[in-house]
């Protein structure tokens, strides 16, 4: 019913929050040789996560003008690819696409941090997907014993369910 998967949408919101990975800010760090790196959250869904995605972003950056002493903004395209079997908060290296500086040798990299987004009927535990499943009362006690599930790979999927001894009460 509806019910269980907002309820477990809800819940995945609330662990969210309280694991602080809903952020959604840029940031830039440098590293110990003084190159600054710049993080930006990167927005993914489980199904993303589970079967691999590829996509562009397109980003400004500051590059150093050939006269060495000035920087104007051009535009970059960044091939973006999730392989199959990603996890959140998994990073996404581009070496040497951050801004530019005058001065320096050594540009610093675009670095893509993954946050999953919740899944309005599975969750991730490690390498295993977990769904909720209503099952009344009727059911599991009589031979009602199957339930089908939707993958997210486009499968379905028969699962048996257990069902109690006859003298179980």
């Known amino acids: ?15 969210d929050i309280l694991l602080n990975t809903t ?3 840029d ?15 990167l927005s993914v869904t489980l199904d ?28 970059d395209v960044l091939r973006v690819i999730i392989e199959p079997g990603s996890f959140h908060r998994d990073q996404l290296v581009f070496t040497g696409m951050s801004d530019e500086v005058v001065g320096e ?7 893509l941090n993954m946050k999953q987004l919740p899944h ?3 969750a991730r535990a490690g390498n295993d997907l977990l769904q909720v499943v209503e099952v009344y009362l009727i059911d599991a006690l009589t ?9 997210m790979d486009g499968r379905t999927l028969q699962c048996h369910l257990p069902v109690p001894p006859r003298n179980a009460v």
Do not use: C, M, W
């Open 27 to 41: 940031d830039s760090d440098s590293d110990d040789h003084g190159v600054n790196h710049f993080f930006h959250p």
């Open 143 to 151: 031979s009602a014993n199957q339930h089908q599930v939707h993958h």
């Open 48 to 75: 993303d996560l589970y079967n691999g995605r590829v996509s562009n972003i397109v980003i400004s950056r500051a590059v150093v003008d050939n006269d060495g002493t000035s920087t104007s903004q051009v535009k």
């Open 23 to 25: 952020t959604t800010t």
């Open 1 to 15: 019913s509806g019910g269980s998967s907002e309820k477990f949408v809800a819940l995945q919101r609330a662990k």
């Open 105 to 111: 040798t050594v540009t610093g990299d675009v670095i």
């Open 120 to 122: 309005p009927s599975f």
